[in-house]
């Protein structure tokens, strides 16, 4: 498995110049090969000394400053972007449609130096060491890195100008939580309640987005003031106010990232496995909830529960629909019935605690033998579940009918 460390390191103003110098070099050399291509789709990229030699002779002596393994990720990324292009648009790549590479901006804060895996970090005194020329890297090192096939080292700039490294390790699985127990969960986009678990815990999102959005609105407003059309550079108090904007956008993905990864650390210490709804969520973000979808997170909890414990997901259909006591489907179940009676076997339901119920009799049926004895015990009101099937049979279609 693949192991990321990550982690906040302060560059003196030396190195600073040099990453950015990597950094400049880099964006140059991807909006020359990308002219290149868009001009004559036959092109074939060629290295960033050839290229420059050609299209740029004094860049050649800027890089000569820096390290060369910071470049070689560059020709491998333009040439995977314009793949994915080409992929999606002959329809044999899954997933979203992936847009054709862009240009890269001077004035865009964010962006990430690539070394190859020559590059061989290692702590010295308290400090990161990653390449001769950058030099011993202080930083905010929480843990030290395992030892195994070092995979790649990133060195990213955000919006606001903070600095991070994160290094790719691969290393043998570590044994997950193997107690057995599995949890459904049932995702609500419009509630104040986030998600609602098989048990019958409830847990609220604190919406980070919401809270900050008057104070959005205000930064937006100073933002489009300080802003003056048909000017090249804008002026310091434009880029001030647009410091601002980043600073909260990135305060409040910082705070949505920590109570996500506590959701889920706190679901990986309790259970084996975790089921959840198969949701594309580019396209709930694209519906009436975006905002609300965006601020909860849901997409980057699951991906934080896959590699802290198993996730298994299953088929939303029906979910909330279906009694999880005898399997009826009740068509007059619609968006915004939140209490149904089961017509079949006259059991109450909560529309969302119903929904978490047959996820987890779904995922664990999905799992095995340990899984289908889980299910029958669950979907058989202390029967098994071929009697039950055999009593309310009879008695559907009149429930239909009527």
Known sequence: MLKAYKYRIYPTQEQETFLRKELGLKRLYWNISLANKQADHSYKLISYKETFSKYKPEALEWCKEIDS????????DLTQAFRNFYTSCNGTRKGKFVNPPK??????????IGYTSMARPKFVNGK????????????SYHCQ???GKLKNVTISR??????FVSICVEKKDKPKNDNGKAIGIDWNCRDDVFLTLSDGTKIKCPRFLREKEKQLAHYHKLLSKKFVKGRREQSQNYHKAKYKVAKLHEKVSWQRQDWLHKVSHNLAQKYQYVIVEDINMQSMSQMH?????????????????????????VSAKDTSKTCHICGFINPKVVLGVE????????????????????????GVTSLGIVGRERAESKNACGEPRSSVKQEVCSTIESVLDS
Not at 69 to 76: I, P
Not at 345 to 357: F, G, I, K, P, V
């Open 145 to 147: 890195f395992c030892e």
């Open 158 to 163: 955000t919006a606001t100008g903070k600095w």
């Open 339 to 362: 209490h149904w009676k089961c017509p079949v076997c006259s059991s109450e339901h909560h529309r969302d605690r119903n929904a978490a119920l047959n996820i987890l009799n779904k």
């Open 128 to 139: 990161l060491f990653i390449t001769r020329k950058l030099g011993l890297l202080k930083g």
């Open 289 to 313: 909830h975006g905002k609300a979808v965006g601020d909860q997170g849901f997409g980057m909890l699951r991906n934080m529960i896959a590699y802290k414990t198993t996730l298994v997901k």
């Open 69 to 76: 393994t910071a470049m070689a990720d560059v020709w491998s």
């Open 103 to 112: 240009f890269k901006s001077k004035k865009n804060m964010k962006g990430s």
